[in-house]
């Protein structure tokens, strides 16, 4: 707690707060926090209302369920109404897919089960004979974990295991948004789980977009710190790669995980909601594991995926709308009866804003 406690110093805050005070843009500077965790931190202390005159923070598609295409959860409904045990992280389950979700469907009978890692999915599997799905989604921060439970059912011969790839890379995202003209990012505040995974050699490429970036933690003092960073390479004009997350971010990021990763996925096109389909973005099992996917091991018939008419999940996820800009933001749709995914998780900037706005 002692160490924590560092990074709320409310002195230190204080400290920030003057530098922040000092910066002064005539023209709007936008920047994108990419993660969930931040997002949700950012409302949590107040730090939009500490920020200094045309300077904005906008959330980007840093929740993995979020950006989640309805297709997607759309199959692992109908496979659930096949008799196929699905295991999944907890948010998942609440999620509106076309026309229903995991938790409805497990209402009507389905085998749905909520995991705490995929590792309770394949000893669930080794169990019995009944097939077990786990939805493999998330980012870099759970991929090596499920490609560890991947390579573990593999090696123990486990034959009714297998996953519902649908894993998202972090680097593609950030390409498409730095092009996106409609966006004028400014600079990105980078995820920290991420980074422990990447590093932060794999931000490097944003220099060619003339994009900052700064790598940061999860406390107030950590947030303000690289958004200080931020502005004066905003200001400055010279764009670089920042990590100031040091205490769990090194510059190469985790080998090990990444080795086990490249073993076991590799990348393909994948489509994130609200932003389309973004070239080798997504995670797909590579060759020698291809036989424990899901989308090839089960054949189901699902009608196209539509999209609540109301809702502007998709918006929010670009950073061109904020939440309560949102006609059905805390009239309809609500945590307890979420209409779009981005109310579903904590990490989603619905729900963030409608806790702490
Ligand atoms: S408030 Fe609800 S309906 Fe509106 S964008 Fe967010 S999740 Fe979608």
Redesign the pocket.
Known sequence: MEFVNQFRDAEIVKKLRKRLDEFHFTEEVKIMEVCGTHTMQIHRFGIHQMLPENVKLISGPGCPVCVTPNSYIDFAIELAKKGVMITTFGDMIRVPGSRSSLERARAEGANVRVVYSPMDALELAGKGEEEVVFLAIGFETTAPTIAATVKKAKDEGIKNFSVLSGGKLVPPALVALSQDPELKISGFLLPGHVSVIIGKKAYLFLKDYRKPGVISGFEPVDILHSIIALLEMIEREEPDIINNYKRAVRDQGNLVAQRVMEEVFEPADSEWRGIGEIPASGLVLSEPYRDMEAMNRFSVEIPPPEE?P????G??LKGV?N?PE?????K??TPEN??????VSSE???SAWYKYG
């Open positions: 609540h109301g809702c502007r999940c918006d929010v709308l939440p949102c006609p059905l933001f805390g309809v749709c979420p209409i779009g995914p981005c109310m989603g900037s619905c």
